[in-house]
């Protein structure tokens, strides 16, 4: 069974700045995608960044604050978030999309708190 484990959340004041890790049970070249996803309290969960083999995408509203990069000898994706709003406070999840298969997988979550 493939785990996904998130590390990195906490609680910063804004403008502040954290970074996400996500350790994977198995090579991460196994996935087509690895993303990061966000959930705020009484909203949708939203892509935030994703990364493929080849790009990068980001939610418009992360774009050049966030970097999303993998470690491929570490199984590891990463989330560097700097210049932190009060609003990107959320839950952030990882989620993986099996190469062959295209099965999802999803972290527990770690939870990012930004205040004013």
């Known amino acids: 069974q493939v785990q996904l484990v998130e590390s990195g959340g906490g609680a910063v004041q804004a403008g502040g700045s954290l970074r996400l890790s996500c350790t994977v049970s198995q090579t991460i070249l196994s996935f087509e995608a690895m993303g990061w996803y966000r959930q705020a309290p009484g909203k949708q969960r939203e892509l935030v960044a994703q990364?493929?083999?080849?790009?990068?995408i980001y939610a418009d509203s992360v774009k050049g604050r966030f970097t999303i990069s993998r470690d491929n000898s570490k199984n590891t994706v990463y989330l560097q978030m700097n210049s932190l709003k009060p609003e990107d406070t959320a839950i952030y999840y990882c989620?993986?999309?099996?190469?062959?298969?295209?099965?999802?997988?999803w972290g527990q979550g770690t939870q990012v708190t930004v205040s004013s």
């Open positions: 990364i493929t083999d080849g790009e990068t």
């Open positions: 989620k993986a999309t099996e190469l062959v298969w295209r099965k999802i997988y």
